[in-house]
Every structure is written in C-alpha cells, then in structure tokens.
Nanobody
Framework: QVQLVESGGGLVQAGGSLRLSCAAS????????MAWYRQPPGKQRELVAL???????NYADSVKGRFTISRDNAKNTVYLQMNSLKPEDTAVYYC??????????WGQGTQVTVSS
C-alpha cells in the first residue's frame, strides 16, 4: 500500500508560478514511476509529467518548457514546478505512482486555479 498526499495548489494570476508537492508513504521502495495528472473542469484526466528512476522525465506538449517534475528520494516526495501559468492550466492536479510494476495509486488531488 502507498499513500500519496498532494499540497501546494491555490489561486495564481496568469504568468505566475506554483510548486506542487506529493509526499509518498507506505511501501515506497517498490515505486517504479511517479507522475502528475490533471483534470480540467468538464474534461478528462490527462498526463502532465512523468518521472522514473532511470529515464528522462516526460511532459505533455502543452507544458513543455514551463513545468518541471523532480523527485527527492530522501524525502519520498515528487514536485511539479509550474511557471508561466496560463488560465488553461486550471485543473485539479493529481499525483500518481506505479508500484511493483503492477499497481497504481492516486492522491486526493489539489486545485490549481489560474486567473486571467
């Protein structure tokens, strides 16, 4: 079992920045990958950024050059630094992980609202 707890969401003006954090606890040693997803109002959930233990991070085209995903293994935490935010980045952001290459876990989500 893995528990994921997000924090750092909020209201920001367009052009601003936010940093989301996702703290993992439980059986963390078998986590293969972690990611951030988001679900804009009335739309489907979509992948924003993915990080594994080996490969370079992957990003959705819509956030490349603006968002950065990183992982602090000592703190069991993954971050999403979001710069140059746009109103279309408004969404509930979810933390996700792949455990033992078979099971997936989700956080409860954190709201990000970007005003124009």
């Amino acid at each position: 079992q893995v528990q994921l707890v997000e924090s750092g969401g909020g209201l920001v003006q367009a052009g601003g920045s936010l940093r989301l954090s996702c703290a993992a606890s439980g059986s963390i040693f078998s986590i293969n990958a972690m990611a951030w997803y988001r679900q804009p109002p009335g739309k489907q959930r979509e992948l924003v950024a993915l990080i594994t233990s080996g490969d370079s991070p992957n990003y959705a085209d819509s956030v490349k050059g603006r968002f950065t995903i990183s992982r602090d293994n000592a703190k069991n935490t993954v971050y999403l630094q979001m710069n140059s935010l746009k109103p279309e980045d408004t969404a509930v952001y979810y933390c996700w992980c792949l455990h033992s290459a078979t099971r997936t876990y989700w956080g409860q989500g954190t709201q990000v609202t970007v005003s124009s």
